[in-house]
């Protein structure tokens, strides 16, 4: 019973993740399928690509993620389908399924062509259950990867970045701001306890705010209306409030530069 | 293992779906459950109506379609049961499944009496739970329908009627507002295909305002802030805006009629 | 195929569930895994406890409920595991768990300690996914309760309190706002069976509104902007609008009390 995640900014009251669920089991009626998000902000491929990265590695071997945030679906965009640690992944070449296929393994990257595994008649605004729902069915049930398509070297990138440290300061970018409003960065979780001890008063700057925060090792610790610097649960260094949005307070958005500073 | 699809007007996370699927589980532990939406708007019986539509031919034989948009509740309408084109539909008598039964098939429509097959105890506000899911699980494990109760041939019918072409004018009614705000008509697809080469300027009359829109293949040929008229994926004529909703720059609401035409 | 149910104020979007239902897949990959609700109000315990208890009784034998109401995460409170009535109850030792436990038997409460049932990392932030959702996957594989730590009397109780009936006067606390704005009481149906036939015009105190409410059996009795009072689905008194929110109307929210006169 082999799983198929989904991933789409369909909106999940919105019947569009119902009809692709029903083309899986209709090809594959035992299917494990569970959803990452169909609330995605709509086209916005760098939030559905840090979701997938930060869940992916959860699943079992074999899963296939499925995800859709495709602004570009009807036109000359191409479809892949992708091998990566054990897992497979299918989508649009828009940069959505990459960082999550490199947080896994070594992508092998195949462009979807073959039209004997796509629905009888494809649509031209939803690949999402014309095309990806069935080759997810298809690939979860053992088909090799080449029967797709081609295997293909060229095709988009997209990248978080990294993160830095100079010294007595840490230097990254907002990547996604979560359900409960803390700012996720993309500076490594390591980086900050080699700035700092639990407890350490910081400064961060925001979106040309600056304030005060204190390094937290959890949630918990921290005061009411006070902002902590911390590291999440995916691994990477966020600013979090108690109780509070975060991302409101310092109207922090997804790519937005930040700089966490160890006073001397 | 058979599907189980449910749709209603509880709010994903009310928990009565929830309770539904409990239900569900305890008499049929393997069920593959999915969820349409369960975030139709409040008693919108034509809401519902659509979405079952749109997504229920997407689902495997023998699904079992479970539905509950049911401002009566408790009291005097019936519960009916329906065969149709190899699924089931599960629902109040209101003309929920109606559009959905009649697009799979000839529905052959059952009056749930059969009190067998309830919960025992029913109460008067939730018969998503105390008779239609157990209708449901029954038949998902083969109960024969008769065995629900007697066949009838009075019920609540619902149409969304049928857009016409009358020379260079597309006429129909606005059915659906999708979540991203594209705008779902009664008429056909193939009628916009008969009137105008893609890329052609139309007029579009919705609710009292007259705008231009361009006839397009798919939402990735517009420009940005432009209005396209198109064929969605669900077959029908929608008007569609590209990063933005089209129903609320036209302020489009479900039920008002709309015109197409396609200037000389 | 046994029940995992999933409850948390992650938000459904959030990735959060996902994670944890990859984590339990990876385990146990057949398991029949449930949403009852990720969108509880952030850190509003009683919230998540009320919507625990009202759907756990709809759910198999061995069903195991994982719940992760939990902002005390990542400081001393306590992992619990409970077995009660034949299901089984996970997640943080602040009451959450309780209300639903004590309905379905009488709880054996253990202390979760073995670190051999966590993920192998344990963040400071994330017990849902790294060992609560574990412990989930293991009990519903049938380990004993006794393996993931020693039983423990002393945990956090919580109670809704229960109405009581004075004469002609029902006197009680809001426990709960549902989707639709019905506003649930701790008053127990019977009481207000004992109280009034159907029918009676009856004087609702909540919130210092004084205001008239029709007892009724169904929503489908009462008339446009009535209020009324019923028996709700989960066995509670509620008071109900049709067709709108009777929690805004009345201003009304968990924790203030509610008396309910019969007049004379």
Same mark, same amino acid.
């Given at each position: 019973?082999a799983?198929?995640?989904?991933l789409s900014d +369909?909106?999940s009251a919105s019947g569009y993740?119902?009809a ?11 299917a494990?399928?569970?959803?990452i ?6 086209? $916005?491929?760098r939030? #559905?690509a840090f ?9 079992p071997?074999?899963?296939v993620h499925c995800a859709?945030?495709?602004p570009?679906v009807?036109?000359a965009?191409?479809a ?5 640690? #054990?897992h +497979?992944?299918?989508?649009?070449? /828009?940069?959505?399924?990459i960082?999550?296929a490199?947080?896994?393994g070594?992508?092998?990257? $195949?462009?979807?062509? /073959?039209?004997?595994?796509?629905r009888?008649?494809v649509? !031209?605004? +939803?690949?999402? !259950?014309?095309i990806? =729902?069935?080759a997810a069915a298809?690939?979860?049930q053992?088909l090799p990867?080449?029967?797709l #398509? ?7 990138k997209?990248s978080f970045g990294?993160?830095? !440290?100079r010294?007595?300061?840490?230097? #990254?970018e907002?990547?996604?701001i979560?359900s409960?409003?803390?700012v996720i960065? /993309?500076i490594?979780g390591k980086?900050? $306890?080699?700035?700092a001890?639990p407890?350490t008063?910081l400064v961060?700057?925001?979106s040309?705010k600056v304030?005060?925060a204190?390094?937290?090792q959890t949630y918990g610790e =921290?005061?009411? /209306?006070?902002?902590i610097?911390?590291?999440g649960?995916?691994?990477q260094?966020?600013?979090a409030?108690?109780?509070e949005?975060a =991302?409101?307070?310092?109207r =922090? !958005? ?5 700089r966490?500073q160890r006073?001397?």
């Open positions: 019973m799983c198929i995640t989904l +369909f909106g993740p119902a692709m669920k029903g083309v899986i089991l209709s090809l594959y009626p035992s494990q399928i569970v959803d998000s169909h609330d995605v902000e709509r086209h $916005h491929i939030a #559905g979701l997938l990265w930060m869940v992916a590695p959860y699943f071997e074999k899963t859709v945030v495709d570009g009807g036109t965009r191409r892949l389908a992708i091998a990566s640690g #054990g +497979f992944f299918v989508g649009p070449d /828009n940069g959505l399924l960082p999550a490199e947080r896994l070594e992508p092998k990257v $195949h462009h979807i062509q /073959n039209e004997k595994y796509f009888p008649e649509s !031209r605004t +939803f690949h999402g !259950r014309d990806f =729902a069935p298809y690939l979860a053992g990867l080449p029967e #398509g081609p295997p293909i070297t060229e095709y988009i997209l990294e993160g830095i !440290r010294g007595r300061i840490l230097e #990254g907002i990547i996604y979560d409960f409003g803390n960065t /993309n490594a980086l900050l $306890h080699e700035l001890q407890g008063m961060v700057e925001v040309r304030v005060s204190r390094s937290a =921290a005061e009411p /209306n006070e902002l610097v911390t590291v649960s995916h691994g260094v966020e600013i409030a108690v109780r949005s =991302a409101t307070r310092l =922090a !958005r997804p790519g937005e530069s930040v966490i006073p001397t």
